[in-house]
């Protein structure tokens, strides 16, 4: 399906939190005298704690079981991926002061949308059509949602029969969202983050079914 396409523009790795959390506050250039003294700030491991509570819109105690130093070493792969979304996206350092001040609202972007911007943006209601009523076309969105989210085919077979996944956690529907705004980014356009043709697939989403 031609329209995966735009997926390749996506990293394909996850990024090392305490890389990112360089990035993040603008340290990553420094000297290594000069990174330990930030790093060992004693607000640093809260600042940092804060920033992944913000953008994976999850409670402190959760971060913090994932280590008790700055390398966070039990965070778990999809949310690595995430952060190399977030990465490319550039969303921080810029949305960094809002992270902090609590203001920040992480994009969230559920799996029928996600999917309908890849499969079906930009086809015609006939193509759309013969997408949807593709024999393949279910293991094709699986498989989109465990590359993309880094998890395990079975878990997304768990959220649902079709196409809306309606059982997909709240943070993958972030994770979704910042591979959206990477995409954006990439393409130097903002034509992914409009909204799809909501009629044409609509109307061909049920004829299908």
């Not at 997408?131 to 293991?139: I, L, P």
């Not at 079709?162 to 959206?180: C, E, N, V, W």
């Amino acid at each position: 399906m031609k329209n995966c396409e735009i997926l390749k523009s996506l990293p394909k790795e996850g990024l090392e939190p305490r890389q990112f959390l360089r990035h993040c506050f603008g340290i990553a250039e420094l000297t290594p005298s000069e990174l330990l003294e930030e790093e060992t700030d004693s607000q640093y491991r809260k600042k940092c704690i804060t920033v992944f509570c913000a953008i994976f819109d999850i409670q402190r105690a959760t971060v913090r079981k994932w280590g008790s130093d700055l390398n966070f070493e039990g965070m778990p792969k999809y949310c690595r991926i995430a952060l190399a979304y977030i990465y490319d996206a550039q969303i921080v350092p810029r949305q960094l002061g809002s992270i902090l001040r609590g203001d920040f609202v992480p994009p969230s972007v559920d799996a029928q949308t996600f999917l309908e911007k890849v499969l079906l943006d930009g086809l015609t209601e006939q193509e759309i059509l013969q997408t949807v009523s593709h024999a393949n076309f279910r293991g094709t969105c699986v498989k989109i949602l465990t590359d993309v989210l880094q998890i395990g085919t079975k878990s997304v077979q768990d959220w649902g029969q079709d196409m809306s996944f309606q059982k997909m956690p709240r943070i993958h529907k972030h994770t979704l969202g910042y591979a959206l705004a990477a995409i954006s980014r990439a393409s130097s356009t903002d034509a992914y983050l409009k909204p799809s043709k909501p009629a044409a697939v609509s109307k061909a989403l049920s004829t299908a079914a």
